[in-house]
C-alpha cells in the first residue's frame, strides 16, 4: 500500500467527507492523495476512475451504476430516492399551502409535482456520480441537511441531495438563506 502522503490538519477537516473519502480511497483502492487539491487533481485528471470510486462510496445501487443497464427516467428516480421510505425528501411551500412528500410517494407517484418531473428529466445515468460528488464533497450535504433551493426551477442539481437523505425544500422562507445556484460545473 502505498505510504499516506496526507493528514487533516483538524478534527473538523479529519470528519469532513473530503478527508473520509481521501482516507477509504487509500484504504480499500491503495490511492494516495495529497489532500483535497490531490483530489482535486485526480477528479480533473483521472475522470473515469472518479467518477467509479465516488459511485461506489456513496453506495450508488449496481443496476443504476453507468454501463450496467437500466436507462431513462424511472431509474434516476429510483437511484436517488433509494432507501429511508418515510422519510421526507420533498417540501414544497406555496404562498397558501406547504406539502411534504416522502421519499417512498415520490418513488411510487405517476405523476410527480412541478418542477421535480422537469428537474428528474434533466438527469441522465451518468450525472449521479457527478451530484454525489458535488453534495458529498464540496456542499457537504449530509442526511440532515434541508436544502432551500430558490434557484432555477430547471436546475436538477438540488435533487442530488436525495442521494445522501437530505430534503429538498422548494419555495421561500422569510428568515432563511436559500441557494440560488447551483455550484459552477458540478456536471464535470
Not at 434533466?122 to 449521479?128: E, I, N, P, R, V
Not at 425544500?169 to 460545473?185: F, N, S, T
Request: proline share 8%.
Amino acid at each position: 500500500m502505498p505510504e499516506v502522503k496526507w493528514r487533516p490538519a483538524s478534527e473538523a477537516e479529519a470528519v469532513s467527507a473530503q478527508a473520509v473519502f481521501i482516507a477509504w480511497l487509500h484504504t480499500l483502492h491503495g490511492i494516495a492523495l495529497d489532500g483535497p487539491a490531490g483530489l482535486a487533481a485526480w477528479r480533473r485528471d483521472a475522470p473515469a476512475a472518479f467518477a467509479a470510486a465516488i459511485s461506489e462510496f456513496a453506495s450508488l445501487p449496481l443496476p443504476w451504476r453507468e454501463g450496467t443497464g437500466g436507462g431513462g427516467h424511472l431509474d434516476v428516480r429510483g437511484a436517488l430516492l433509494r432507501g429511508q421510505g418515510n422519510r421526507t425528501a420533498l417540501l414544497v411551500l406555496g404562498a397558501t399551502e406547504r406539502r411534504s412528500y416522502s421519499r417512498a410517494e415520490l418513488w411510487h407517484a405517476t405523476t410527480l409535482p412541478e418542477p421535480i418531473e422537469t428537474m428528474l428529466a434533466a438527469l441522465t445515468l451518468a450525472d449521479l456520480p457527478a451530484l454525489a460528488a458535488s453534495h458529498l464533497l464540496d456542499a457537504g450535504t449530509c442526511p440532515d441537511t434541508r436544502l432551500l433551493w430558490a434557484g432555477d426551477p430547471t436546475e436538477p442539481w438540488p435533487l442530488g441531495a436525495w442521494l445522501v437523505g437530505a430534503t429538498v425544500v422548494l419555495g421561500e422562507i422569510a428568515d432563511a438563506a436559500p441557494v440560488r445556484a447551483a455550484p459552477a460545473g458540478w456536471r464535470g
